[in-house]
T-cell receptor, first 114, second 112 residues
Framework: GAGVSQTPSNKVTEKGKYVELRCDPI?????LYWYRQSLGQGPEFLIY????????DSGLPNDRFFAVRPEGSVSTLKIQRTERGDSAMYLC????????????FGPGTRLTVT | QKEVEQNSGPLSVPEGAIASLNCTYS??????FFWYRQYSGKSPELIMS????GDKEDGRFTAQLNKASQYVSLLIRDSQPSDSATYLC????????????FGKGTKLTVNP
């Protein structure tokens, strides 16, 4: 079946602008995760959804970052007033409810803030 | 805050050799451990999970866990050039969250 998809694959934006990154998980996966990965680093957790609700948003760096999953499927990560330090690969993953750590990652969105 | 430490490498081995990748973790209470492989420019994919002390084998891959030493390793037998990638060690986060805490990864190069 289809894997996790993310759009756009690349996003270049100017400092101070607003961006939205979209993730479409594997069908039937109730859990959805957002991570951020910088060059030479492992993925860093941002937020986790179980169904429609954010079960853990402890990784969001500040209030410029927000994510939603209104219907329990597609999720959108929203970043306001982007800064150059937000530049990174944003990865989305999904998993089955009873296998939370077997996470399937999407191809990512490369965000560049100029 | 859980921490996962890996030697960033690069680790270079000849084709056919055994590649040994190591990971230490800070939380003695960790119960499960995962190895993800990430090819250059691609996203991570799960290749091994291990939950109890000892060895777990899957094809050419063997995961080894020593909870007393807070140490988990991944052995790749008969290494192939296609194994060249970054290998990420991960443990579950604290507080019952389903998030994963990843190490920085070890870059492996298998030379033909």
């Amino acid at each position: 079946g289809a894997g996790v998809s993310q759009t756009p694959s690349n996003k270049v934006t100017e400092k101070g602008k607003y961006v939205e990154l979209r993730c479409d998980p594997i069908s039937g996966h109730t859990a959805l995760y957002w991570y951020r990965q910088s060059l030479g680093q492992g993925p860093e957790f941002l937020i986790y959804f179980q169904g429609t609700g954010a079960a853990d948003d402890s990784g969001l760096p500040n209030d410029r970052f927000f994510a939603v999953r209104p219907e329990g499927s597609v999720s959108t990560l929203k970043i306001q007033r982007t800064e150059r330090g937000d530049s990174a690969m944003y990865l989305c993953a999904s998993s089955l409810y009873f296998r939370p750590y077997e996470q399937y990652f999407g191809p990512g969105t490369r965000l560049t803030v100029t | 805050q859980k921490e996962v430490e890996q030697n960033s490498g690069p680790l270079s081995v000849p084709e056919g050799a055994i590649a040994s990748l190591n990971c230490t973790y800070s939380d003695r209470g960790s119960q499960s451990f995962f190895w993800y492989r990430q090819y250059s420019g691609k996203s991570p994919e799960l290749i091994m999970s291990i939950y109890s002390n000892g060895d777990k084998e899957d094809g050419r891959f063997t995961a080894q866990l020593n909870k007393a030493s807070q140490y988990v390793s991944l052995l790749i037998r008969d290494s192939q050039p296609s194994d060249s990638a970054t290998y990420l060690c991960a443990v579950p986060g604290t507080g019952g969250s389903e998030k994963l805490v990843f190490g920085k990864g070890t870059k492996l190069t298998v030379n033909p």
